[in-house]
């Protein structure tokens, strides 16, 4: 198969192993278009409800860098762009216990967003669909058991956005998403709930009441034959850097999930970051490795496919 840039993958580790090895998709880094958080602030905080993480809010008092904005458990973390937004190629789905308050605050958005790519389409009752201001797309649902037990991200509010319950991320037409899947269940101990040729739904955390797992990370086949989600380039020592969108994973058993991706080829440190791990103590020790190319364990041999999405942050 496939060398396939799929989701620049952060992962740590947990003392505890589930059904998925994966514990919690964590964040999403995405960047935003510089120096415009009043889009950011008028869009995940005024519209969807996420809350401001303490821990960088000073850069919005500064006016500049990264914010996260959390929902529940889970967040979106939004460093500037060089200059420019990036749009997730996919679908990101929010959970709610109720979209009453989204609703609410759709009746009278904040001005700025008029300036955007802001959008809101109307759905059924218990799900709305957004677009953000620079393109991004947002499905919000709601749930009875929205909300993850083991807790939410630091801030002194709760979010009104309970959980990040998927990603969906669009590949090429043609990806051989049965290697993809191999390759999660193989390496970090991601199960596939589902999987044909046009979609692959792997699993992860544990179940909800209905049996169904608290998050999914999606794989859709599109119409474009060839898709990027990762922007390789190199920083000013020459070093390799990937600016493209990130996924980060919690993982129950790094040590194992390490020591497969080496074996395939796969880590990789991207210089765009100060925590970096070259060897499998320095991922022990930073409690994080990176994976870009996504490789089929049955085909390594193949030549890498068409880029995917960045999978790089596991931790």
């Known amino acids: 198969m496939a060398g396939s840039l799929l989701v620049v993958l952060a992962i740590t580790s947990f003392a505890l192993r589930r ?12 960047n935003h278009e510089q120096g415009r958080h009043d889009l950011l602030t008028a869009f995940y905080v005024d519209i969807l409800g996420c809350t401001l993480d ?4 000073e850069n919005l008092e500064a006016g500049k860098g990264t914010l996260w904005a959390n929902a529940g458990a889970h967040q979106f973390h939004l460093p500037a762009g060089k200059p420019h937004a990036q ?5 990101v789905t929010l959970g709610y216990d109720s979209l009453e308050g989204v609703r609410a605050r759709l009746a009278s958005p904040p001005p700025v967003l008029a300036e955007s790519k802001f959008a809101s389409m109307a759905a059924n009752e218990g799900k709305l669909s957004l677009i953000d ?13 929205a909300a993850d037990p083991r807790g939410a991200q630091p801030g002194a509010e709760s979010s009104d956005a309970r959980a990040l319950l998927d990603l969906t991320v669009r ?7 049965a290697g993809v899947a191999r390759f999660y269940e193989y390496v970090l101990g991601m199960p596939a709930l589902s999987c044909d040729a046009e979609r692959l739904v792997l699993a992860a955390g544990d179940t909800r009441a209905d049996g ?6 999606t794989f859709a086949c599109g119409a474009r034959e060839s898709m990027s989600h990762a922007e390789l380039g190199s920083d000013e020592n020459g070093k390799p850097v990937n600016h493209g969108a990130h996924l980060s994973l919690y993982l129950a058993d790094l040590r194992e999930a390490y020591a497969k991706a080496e074996a395939l080829g796969v880590c990789y440190v991207n210089h765009r970051f100060k925590r970096r791990a070259l060897t499998l103590e ?9 994976i870009l190319t996504v490789v089929d364990p049955e085909v390594t041999h193949a030549p890498p496919a068409p880029a995917v999405m960045a999978s790089d942050d596991l931790r």
Do not use: Y
């Open 19 to 30: 059904t998925s090895n994966v514990h919690l998709i964590d964040h999403l880094n995405i």
């Open 54 to 57: 303490p821990r960088k809010v």
């Open 87 to 91: 749009v997730f190629d996919g679908v």
């Open 133 to 145: 201001p620079w393109g991004t797309r947002f499905h919000l649902v709601q749930l009875e058991e």
């Open 171 to 177: 590949v090429p037409m043609g990806t051989p998403l």
């Open 212 to 217: 169904a797992p608290r998050q999914t990370l």
């Open 282 to 290: 320095e991922a022990l020790e930073q409690c994080m490795f990176r």
